[in-house]
């Protein structure tokens, strides 16, 4: 008797190792479609939505078929048996007129080993198809490669509606989360002027140094500059906060539509990478990757607030390991 308790118990251990959810951290695309009015209207995300009228795509020149076409980092690891995808635009008036992929291939990672992989030819048809069908998989990663398609007759631009997760017959739903491994504290110290706007914060790196970040007010201009472990900082380095100069060279340019933030796009020469806001309840929960055409550091930040609605930690993930900020 003993020893059959004792097999549940370890078998209840193994089974809480995975949540019921898929966790999504970071649905990376190699390229996105950029409509000027709505900049995350063909954003990843949308493909986990469970809603067909909101769709990723891309303009399928603009890419690298021999890339990956989607990264989708997990969480937490993800179990499944089976993936199905919706490729096209659902919806009679524009299925054919967009590209539908034709030839796709999938990798399945379990951290750095590759589990699986299926090379699929999909159906030119407006139906939901199954492009993984086998084994329980426990993935950390899930790659994607569109390698041809079918032509749209009006646009040349590549959707998916949506890619969904079965565990058992059973769809799984998703959310946008993250791990729980915290390796790595940052803290920050603010000081603020008599109209409690910040003017200095301090950064501190642990055994990477510290970093001052000095705030202008002129007007409705606000003006940034920064220097490493007590450097000083002069006139001339402070940029307007519309287009932050960071360090290395790289800027920060923040998106809104109608007044809301709704993503980062941060450039460093030819290289960028796309972070889309997720809100709840009003508030900015995360900023996730959602495009790049290189592998930056951050693919996901969580945000936390006090009472008062200020933040005071964020929590910014990698590869599925978080580093910890915390602010007095």
């Not at 000095?214 to 002069?234: I, N, P, R």
Request: with cysteine; aromatic share 14%.
């Amino acid at each position: 008797m003993k020893k059959v308790l004792v097999i549940v118990f370890a078998f209840l251990i193994c089974s809480g190792l995975f949540a019921e959810k898929i966790k999504i951290y970071a649905p990376v695309a190699q390229q996105m479609l950029v409509d000027k009015n709505n900049f995350v209207r063909y954003s990843p995300v949308n493909m986990f939505d469970d809603n067909s009228d909101t769709v990723y795509a891309v303009t399928f020149d603009e890419i690298d078929c021999k890339k990956p076409l989607l990264e989708i980092y997990f969480g937490e690891p993800a179990v499944f048996d089976k993936i199905t995808i919706k490729p096209g635009y659902f919806d009679d008036r524009y299925f054919e007129k967009n590209d539908r992929i034709k030839n796709l291939r999938v990798k399945i990672f379990n951290c750095n080993n590759l589990d699986g992989e299926k090379s699929v030819l999909l159906e030119d048809k407006m139906e939901e198809q199954t492009i993984y069908c086998d084994k329980k998989m426990i993935a950390t990663k899930l790659v994607i490669y569109a390698e041809s398609v079918y032509s749209g007759s009006k646009w040349n631009d590549l959707v998916i509606s949506d890619l969904n997760f079965f565990l058992e017959n059973i769809k799984t739903p998703v959310s946008f989360d993250v791990g729980k491994c915290v390796n790595v504290n940052v803290y920050r110290k603010y000081k603020y002027d008599d109209m409690s706007r910040v003017i200095h914060e301090y950064v501190a790196m642990g055994k990477s140094g510290a970093k001052d970040v000095f705030y202008k007010y002129e007007g409705e201009k606000v003006k940034k500059a920064s220097a490493w472990d007590g450097e000083k900082v002069q006139d001339s380095d402070f940029k307007e906060i519309d287009s932050i100069v960071m360090d290395f060279n790289a800027k920060e340019e923040l998106i809104y539509v109608k007044d809301a933030l709704v993503a980062k796009k941060h450039v460093r020469g030819d290289d960028f990478y796309i972070s889309q806001c997720i809100y709840e309840n009003a508030k900015i929960k995360a900023t996730v990757r959602i495009c790049e055409n290189r592998n930056w550091s951050e693919k996901c930040s969580i945000y936390n607030y006090d009472s008062l609605g200020r933040i005071f930690e964020v929590r910014d993930y990698g590869d599925g390991t978080a580093f910890k900020k915390r602010f007095e």
